[in-house]
């Protein structure tokens, strides 16, 4: 088998992302000095009669493989006999996963915290954090529906939210609430509070939460 269809079998044989090859070429001792000046171009170590190659798939650090077959193949077009074996290789690193985006608008925030939650979830406090205290005034007034507090925050609003009955407002008044500030360049954080599944009152018209010994 030709020296470059030899190396074209060991490099196939590896996992689809390599990154290193490391390859050892031994010949007969007599023709050791003259493989070594054909060699040069892969800047290959040597031991005696074999020689270490360093393949690399990417240009640094070694020789790519079109360098390497080159002078292999010169190696057969001067009938210098030599034997390949793989010493060892590397695996490609593999490729970081791709960070999802967190949504920016406070409807798509919501959304996401939707779909976060328990399907039976029945109570929620939720505290919305503005990125400017300039948006504070028209903020409130975009979330009246919601009954919005300004309780244990500095710069933006806690409201509740019920998904059957009780306290707070439904989750579609919550969103549309939500989507008004996206519609006017307001822009912050969402997060959830509190959330409490499958509550069942009575008499009363729901949970209560104490926050800084503050019934909310």
Do not use: K
Not at 13 to 31: F, K, M, N, T, Y
Not at 35 to 60: D, K, N, S, Y
């Amino acid at each position: 088998m030709a020296l470059p269809d030899r190396l074209n079998e060991i490099l196939d044989g590896l996992q689809r992302e390599w990154s290193v090859a490391r390859i050892s070429l031994s010949v007969d001792v007599e023709q050791a000095d003259r493989a070594a000046l054909v060699l040069g171009p892969a800047v290959p170590g040597r031991t005696g009669a074999t020689f270490h190659l360093l393949v690399t798939a990417t240009p640094g650090g070694g020789a790519v493989p079109g360098v390497t077959r080159r002078v292999l193949a010169r190696l057969d077009d001067l009938g210098i006999r030599a034997r390949l074996a793989l010493t060892s290789f590397e695996a490609a690193d593999p490729a970081p996963a791709p960070q999802a985006e967190e949504p920016h608008g406070f409807a798509a925030q919501w959304d996401a915290l939707e779909a976060s939650l328990p399907s039976d979830w029945s109570d929620l406090l939720v505290e919305l954090e503005l990125d400017s205290s300039d948006f504070l005034e028209r903020g409130a007034l975009l979330l009246g529906p919601v009954n919005p507090a300004t309780f244990g925050v500095e710069q933006g609003f806690r409201f509740r939210c019920a998904q059957r009955f009780g306290y707070g407002a439904a989750p579609q008044m919550a969103r549309r609430s939500l989507e008004r500030l996206d519609e006017e360049g307001i822009t912050g954080r969402l997060r959830i509070l509190r959330v409490l599944s499958d509550t069942r009152p009575v008499a009363t018209q729901g949970p209560v939460w104490r926050l800084g010994g503050r019934a909310v």
